[in-house]
Nanobody, 123 residues
Framework: QVQLVESGGGLVQSGGSLRLSCVASGSTFQITAMGWYRQTPGKQRELVALMTNDGTVDYSDSVKGRFTISRDDAKNTVYLQMNSLTPDDTAVYLC?????????????????WGQGTQVTVSS
């Protein structure tokens, strides 16, 4: 089991910045990537940014050039630096960590989620 705890959300004016953090605990050795999704009422959960263990990064087109994901594996922590925020970025941001155990026929894959942190951008 892996537990994820986010922090850093809040209210910010349009054009401002926020930095989100997510700390993983438990069986962190099983984690294969860490990242962020976001969700607003009535919409599907959307990938924001994801970084694999080998450093490969995937960003949503809507945040490229404004958001930066980073990891400190010694602290089992992933960060999301969000700059040039707009009201469209308002959402609950959820930390995500896919994980796996075993190999081949014994492979089991998991998807872990944090409880989310609210980001609100005022115009």
């Amino acid at each position: 089991q892996v537990q994820l705890v986010e922090s850093g959300g809040g209210l910010v004016q349009s054009g401002g910045s926020l930095r989100l953090s997510c700390v993983a605990s438990g069986s962190t050795f099983q984690i294969t990537a860490m990242g962020w999704y976001r969700q607003t009422p009535g919409k599907q959960r959307e990938l924001v940014a994801l970084m694999t263990n080998d450093g490969t990064v995937d960003y949503s087109d809507s945040v490229k050039g404004r958001f930066t994901i980073s990891r400190d594996d010694a602290k089992n922590t992933v960060y999301l630096q969000m700059n040039s925020l707009t009201p469209d970025d308002t959402a609950v941001y959820l930390c995500h960590a896919p994980a796996r155990t075993g190999q081949g026929r014994t492979l089991v894959q998991y998807k872990y989620w944090g409880q989310g942190t609210q980001v609100t951008v005022s115009s």
